[in-house]
């Protein structure tokens, strides 16, 4: 009996991979490492659970992933959000405390506190831009801070500020790509990526990389954008999102479609329960998730067994 519900749990996870495979041929964005990924993270932690969630989510992550930066481009995601962040680099810091009215701040400095109470030696800050998030956590006490991220754009404006402040020697900044990380296995006690994961092209990959670069015991910190639930909350936000935030990009900023794709990207993109589960498949362990004002911003932690 229990092999047969097993051999039938097997069958379901094939037809899984091979909707999943059809539809990245249709759309053209057939990418064997992903797939191999795909399929060994599935039949690893492969359980009925995991299958239902996968079969969820899938759906959101693909549109997530589908959501670019400049609708008549060719190239890959990748390509075009480092192409987006290299050319607004200079004005994101100004641009950001006005769109979101400087809540950020508060956000961020909610996320050190986390990381902090766990007394970590180092630190890796993935997708780091201008290294807002890199420099307060310099107040943590960690003897090394890493700054990640794929645009040298945002990583030069954040060198100039990392100087300013005299945390040459504790923090540096790196090029790299979240979804191929230079780092050897279990490196870091604490990992923080602020808006950032709804960025990367293959968010699974991307998170693979964290949970296999993360020591056991370590702590992983999400700040993301979210919707919020409430209906009133969501009108509020959907007014800021999809007609202050373009409006302000437009007239402000180098890139006038930069803000359109912020946007989009935050209204796709999976959160709460949808990411937690995601996070799980992964294989992270406690898993939580704490919204922020009213919902517009979620903070997830996760750690690692
Ligand atoms: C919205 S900014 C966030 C910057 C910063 N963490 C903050 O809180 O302001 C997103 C950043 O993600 C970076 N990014 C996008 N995809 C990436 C990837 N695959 N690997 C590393 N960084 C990436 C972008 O270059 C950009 O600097």
Not at 70 to 75: I, V
Not at 125 to 139: K, N, Q, Y
Not at 255 to 261: E, G, T
């Amino acid at each position: 009996m229990t092999s047969s519900i097993s051999l039938g749990f097997h069958l379901l996870n094939i037809v899984f991979i091979d909707l999943y495979l059809f539809v990245q041929f249709t759309f053209r964005t057939y990418n064997f490492e992903y797939l191999e990924l795909q399929i060994s993270v599935t039949l690893n932690r492969y359980n009925f659970k995991y299958l239902i969630t996968s079969l969820v989510y899938l759906p959101k992550i693909f549109m997530a992933e589908k959501v670019n930066p400049y609708k008549d481009s060719d190239q890959s995601k990748k390509v075009q959000v480092t192409k987006m962040f290299d050319t607004i680099s200079n004005e994101y810091d100004g641009l950001n405390r006005v769109i979101s009215f400087g809540i950020d701040v508060k956000w961020r400095n909610k996320v050190v506190k986390m990381v902090a109470e766990k007394q970590p030696e180092n630190i890796l800050d993935i997708a780091t831009g201008t290294g807002d998030l890199a420099i307060s956590l310099a107040s943590t006490n960690a003897k090394e801070i890493i700054g990640l991220d794929i645009s040298d754009g945002m990583l030069e404006v954040g060198r100039k500020k990392i100087s300013s402040k005299n945390l040459n020697g504790i923090i540096s900044m790196v090029i790299g790509d979240s979804e191929d990380l230079p780092f050897e296995d279990n490196t870091f006690d604490a990992i923080t990526v602020a808006f950032g994961v709804r960025n990367f092209e293959h968010l699974e990959k991307g998170l693979a990389e964290i949970l296999r670069v993360l020591k056991p015991n370590g702590i992983f910190v999400i700040l993301e954008t979210s919707v919020p639930t409430n209906p009133i909350y969501k009108a509020g936000y959907n007014f800021h999102t999809k007609l202050i935030m373009p409006t302000i990009g437009k007239i402000f900023s180098k890139d006038k479609v930069a803000y359109n794709y912020l946007s989009e990207s935050a209204s796709v993109f999976p959160y709460g329960e949808a990411l937690n589960n995601i996070l799980r498949k992964i294989g992270f362990i406690k898993v939580e998730h704490n919204p922020q004002t009213m919902g517009v911003a979620t903070i997830y932690s996760a750690s690692k067994a």
